[in-house]
């Protein structure tokens, strides 16, 4: 990761300036640019074996009955895949990676407000997820209860569930300490003129994000110290043969984690709010119904929790309650689709492969979304709870939503992260690799749920197997997707890039790129009369 | 950035403060040896928001701090209550 | 130039008091919801407690609060070695309340009285779920009384070496922030533990 000299007198972040020289430099850097980074090729490695785990799930689904392994394993197979992209790669995604390098920039500011606290939050990364991983070697082998962990399974099986437990507790720990640090940059370092109405909508997304990982993640850390006092102590607050409840179980993981999937997906909202203005060239419609819809969504989102549970036996008052929340929060969703919508309306759109992936995230999580409030409903719900169904809405949100939002992320700022251009034509192939191969594996699966295939089922009637080898086929094609991408982006040093790329008005475009160590030379300033997206 | 005025609290003020918080202790305990059935958890619950409600302000300061800390905590207590409300509704309505 | 913001650590470490308000807002909502399934349960249990103890610990807390609030007063003023003596005083307060823990714990556990005991698992659901919670909440409020001990400790003795001063007493405020938590936290679990007999 050299870089030569530049024509700024600052030298870029990229150059080892400290007391260590090459990875220890790293290692120990404390720089937000830097820590985005580490987390980004962390986050590399764990996708990659997430995909791998289920390109493996795949192959066994192939056809119906037991082709490789059995059922035990796949029972292993699908909670380790689950913990892995949702703990490792997901949940921190694009706050931690593009929070972390753009955030400051985009701010005015020199850094987070707490530098060491985020390094220390990349290192609790670390250590969660090697925990994690490490579940699956130690013990009596891999946890088979799913990324779920519901009790009372959870705290009846032989498997290694505590080392799992204990690094998903770790891994949120380092999440709070992430929101907690944005919260307070964004509070305290934003540029002088920089009021929170002119704040750019990234940043307003991850404030919104900041608030969820510090009020949520808690409760599912307390939920999961819970799950290792009953293996150990039985203290038995969900086992009911003690007396405890298991659907109290669910009620404190669902109010996490409902909210987690904001987490995830509110900065991936916040980086197609940035990219569709940029190449629209045009200023974004609806800048305050943007960043409040942010707040709307972290807020009501926080109450939907209980729609996981509607045939978990609870009320029918609560489940109407929450059926009525659930629709409630598609509302805000769809005022940032609108808004997007209308911001390339007459802009002059230049189709560049930020975009192209920009665009994919809106088809694809419009799908998601609305397969989302048929889940929400209660009538439908009974029929397709537990179905492949609900499996193919979970991937078009996390998958075809965080995911594409991320490809997007990675090409949008990838000219400043390393100062180097890509190949355009490449990453268009990559896209439409990534694009058909996605929709053709998650599609079939939103049938045959219809149809009755139910998740996380090893086996299935002979009628499913045409939809489980379509989605194979479609694996195939994502893989190949993602190797194309890898090419485009690393294999080799592109064309030196500009300051400003795609002509972009935020901060982060009028630093140089690479930026400098203390991103600006002179600290910017926001006029009385500009805004964040002052576009002709 | 650092001109606000500092608030130096008088030492008199934190005694009067504990004060009045043991004093709340002593009523909480004397409440329980009356019987009054269901009322008995609402009254120990009023008493001891009363004494977080002292702690918050006095000896965690937030009297003195700037209204966006008060807002937050109320905020966050909000969204607590929000959350046990909305878990009740599933229990109270089996 | 060294960048510094007091009023964005204060905000940091309320930010990070909101966590573990939350953290134990999970097991408060775990003791309602078993409160409401098991009411006489609860009240029967309550009676295995030592309310006596639990008073001094709640005065001990109190007083250890006030004493870190005074500190800063004191730092303020720029009488350290005052400061220095009151979070001593709060850090005995807190020696006090472990011991008087220790006793508690230690009184059940020769009985038989934990959880995953023989004892335990022959008792009612509801008193199970009591004393679950009982050694749950007050285990993990313990933690974090140790915790802020630690934290203390360490402010009080970059009181003593001056490193916090009158110009300089953010950390101080934070760890006295911290502090208080813990005893915002012992202030709900008093009542409903130890006096629903």
């Known amino acids: 990761m050299t870089e030569e000299k530049t024509h700024h007198p600052e030298p870029s972040y990229l150059v080892d300036t400290g007391k260590y020289k090459g990875l220890m430099a790293w290692l120990t850097s404390t720089d937000h640019k830097r820590i985005g980074l580490m987390y980004m090729y962390a986050m590399m490695v764990f996708f990659a074996v997430g995909v791998l785990l289920g390109m493996i799930m795949r192959i066994e689904l192939f056809f119906p009955g037991q082709q490789f392994y059995g059922p035990q394993m796949y029972n292993g197979i699908f909670t380790i895949h689950g913990i892995i992209m949702i703990f490792t790669v997901v949940i921190p995604g694009l706050a931690a990676v593009f929070g972390n390098f753009s955030m400051p920039i985009m701010i005015g500011a020199k850094d987070v ?8 939050s990349f290192y609790l990364y670390v250590l969660g997820a090697a925990i994690a991983l490490a579940s699956q070697f130690m013990g009596n082998g891999p946890p088979d209860t799913g990324w779920t962990f519901y009790a009372p399974y959870s705290i009846q099986t032989h498997t290694n569930v505590v080392a799992a437990v204990f690094g998903a507790f770790v891994l949120g720990f380092s999440s709070i300490l992430t929101g907690l640090n944005f919260i307070v940059t964004m509070h305290r370092m934003r540029a002088p003129g920089m009021t929170f109405f002119k704040m750019p909508l990234f940043p307003w997304s991850l ?41 109290l179980y669910q009620h ?52 939907v929790w209980a729609h996981h549970m509607y045939t978990s036996g609870m009320s029918a008052t609560a489940r109407w309650i929450f059926s009525l929340l659930t629709f409630l929060v598609a509302v805000p969703s769809a005022i940032k689709v609108f808004n997007w919508v209308a911001t390339m309306y007459k802009g002059s759109i230049s189709v560049k492969p ?13 799908i998601g979304g609305m397969t989302g409030l048929s ?91 045409f939809g489980h080898q379509l989605s194979f086929f479609g694996g195939v094609l994502l893989v190949i997707g993602f190797v194309i991408m890898l090419i485009t982006l690393f294999s080799k040093k592109g064309a030196k890039a500009p300051d400003n790329p795609w002509g972009g008005r935020t901060f982060e475009w009028r630093i140089p790129s690479p930026p400098p160590l203390e991103n600006f030379d002179i600290m910017p300033e926001m006029g009385e009369n500009e805004q964040p997206y002052d576009y002709k | 950035m650092h001109t606000e005025t500092v608030h130096i609290t008088p030492y008199r003020a934190h005694a009067w403060v504990l004060i009045a918080l043991l004093a709340l202790t002593f009523v909480t305990i004397t409440v329980t040896w009356i019987d009054l059935s269901a009322l008995t958890v609402a009254i120990a619950l009023l008493i001891a928001s009363v004494k977080a409600y002292i702690v918050l302000t006095n000896f965690m300061h937030l009297k003195f701090e700037s209204s966006l800390f008060r807002v937050f905590v109320g905020m966050v207590l909000a969204i607590y209550v929000l959350v046990i409300l909305f878990t009740l509704s599933d229990y109270l309505f089996r | 130039m060294e960048h510094r913001d007091d009023i ?9 008091i909101f966590t573990e308000i939350l953290l134990f807002g999970g097991l408060f909502l775990v003791y309602a919801i078993m409160r409401l399934s098991y009411s006489n349960e609860f009240h029967q249990a309550a009676h295995h407690l030592n309310a006596f103890i639990g008073t001094i610990n709640t005065i001990v807390l109190l007083v250890s609060s006030a004493t870190v609030a005074m500190s800063i007063t004191a730092v303020q003023k720029g009488n350290n070695k005052l400061a220095v003596l009151l979070l001593f005083i709060t850090l005995i307060c807190a020696a006090v309340f472990m011991v008087n823990k220790y006793f508690e714990w230690g009184h059940k556990i020769h009985i038989g009285l934990y959880p995953g005991s023989d004892l335990m698992v022959s008792l009612s659901h509801g008193q199970v779920m009591f004393f679950s919670l009982y050694y749950f909440m007050t285990g993990l409020h313990m933690f974090h009384l140790v915790v802020g001990g630690i934290i203390l400790t360490i402010v009080m003795i970059k009181v003593q070496t001056g490193t916090i001063n009158a110009s300089r007493y953010v950390l101080l405020e934070n760890g006295g922030l911290y502090w208080h938590l813990v005893d915002l936290i012992w202030i709900f679990l008093f009542p409903l533990l130890y006096l629903i007999t």
């Not at chain 1, 407000?113 to 220390?120: D, E």
């Not at chain 1, 949520?216 to 150990?232: H, N, S, Y």
């Open chain 1, 354 to 366: 930020p975009f192209l992936f920009a665009l994919g995230f809106i088809f694809l999580f419009m």
């Open chain 1, 113 to 120: 407000a707490f530098p060491r606290l985020n390094l220390f």
């Open chain 1, 375 to 465: 889940l929400g409903a209660l009538a439908t719900n009974i029929h397709v709870h537990d179905t492949a169904y609900v499996v193919a809405h979970f991937h078009y949100i996390v998958f075809g939503g965080v995911g594409f939002a991320f490809f997007a992320a990675i090409y949008y700022w990838y000219p400043k992260m390393y100062g180097r251009m890509y190949n355009f034509k490449m990453a268009n192939w990559s896209f439409v690799f990534l694009f058909s191969g996605f929709n053709l594996l998650y599609f079939p699966q939103f049938i045959i749920g219809i149809m009755g295939m139910p998740r996380r089922y090893f086996d299935y009637l002979p009628q499913f197997t």
């Open chain 1, 207 to 247: 404030y919104a994000t900041a608030w969820i990982q510090v009020l949520a993640t808690p409760i599912v850390g307390i939920t999961l110290l819970m799950i290792i006092a009953e293996r150990w102590l039985r203290i038995g607050f969900f086992d009911p043969s003690l007396g405890g409840d298991p659907v």
């Open chain 3, 8 to 16: 964005g650590a204060k905000l940091g470490m309320w930010v990070f």
């Open chain 1, 252 to 303: 404190l993981f669902w109010i996490y984690s409902h909210p987690a999937v904001y987490i995830m997906i509110l900065p991936a909202m916040g980086v197609i709010t940035e990219i569709i203005p940029t190449f629209s060239q045009k200023k974004v419609f609806g800048y305050r119904a943007i960043a409040i819809s942010s707040l709307a969504i972290a807020l009501v989102g926080y109450f």
